[in-house]
């Protein structure tokens, strides 16, 4: 396998690092919704603990695909693919990986504000705080965290979608292309590379 992008695939670097992102920011959203209704006893803490640490382990894996990115290129659209589908597609990419940096930022940002008694980094390190205690920028943080999460659930969806379109009903390789080679074959041979 390439770990480089080439013209036509993304390499196993940005394969790895997509799927990665893509479970852990769901697992890690599903985890947030369902704690704030837990009982707030230190039996618990550890959910809180655990969210926020694998939020942070994002932080550091989308800045190292953004830098990955910039390193390694990406490859062209698939033949084929009409010009404007292309600029809906990296607008859509470009919000992607606003709303995933900005929703650990903004869940940091909360709770630094907050107040709260530092925590360690899956017990091993302690995170430092972005702020001081402030009621009205934890307020401010928090709904932002909650809101940005929303927006990034439409927009995947939205985005999951339209790789389903083109693998399904266009049948190209653009699923195909961010897959290991032996999951799924390209529905034509265009990715023969
Ligand atoms: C990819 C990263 C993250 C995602 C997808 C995410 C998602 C969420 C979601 C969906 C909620 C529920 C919102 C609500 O209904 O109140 C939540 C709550 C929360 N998040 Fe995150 N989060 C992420 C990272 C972080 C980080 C890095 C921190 C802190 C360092 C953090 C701190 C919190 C806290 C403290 C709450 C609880 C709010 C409450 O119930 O009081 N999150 N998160
Ligand atoms: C939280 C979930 C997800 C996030 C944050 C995410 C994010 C992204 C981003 C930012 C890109 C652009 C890569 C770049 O240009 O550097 C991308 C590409 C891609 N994603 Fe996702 N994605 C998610 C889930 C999914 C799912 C569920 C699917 C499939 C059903 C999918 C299929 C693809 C494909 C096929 C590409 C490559 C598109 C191309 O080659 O033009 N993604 N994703």
Redesign the pocket.
Known sequence: MNLKNTADRWGGVSQFLHWTIAV??LT??????V??ELPRTPKYFWV?TA??S???T??ALVLARIGWRLYAGAPKPVPGTPRWQAWMASATHGAIYLL?LA??????L???A?G?RP?RWFGLAE?PKLAAPDEALASTA?ST??WL?WL?IALVLAHAGAALHHHFVQRDATLARMLPRRWISPPRNEDSA
């Open positions: 852990l920011i890690i959203g599903a985890v947030g919704l704690m704030g809180y969210h926020k694998l939020g942070l994002v932080l995933i929703m650990p930022l903004s869940g940091w909360y709770d630094s907050s709260l925590f995170v928090h965290h909650e999460f990034l």
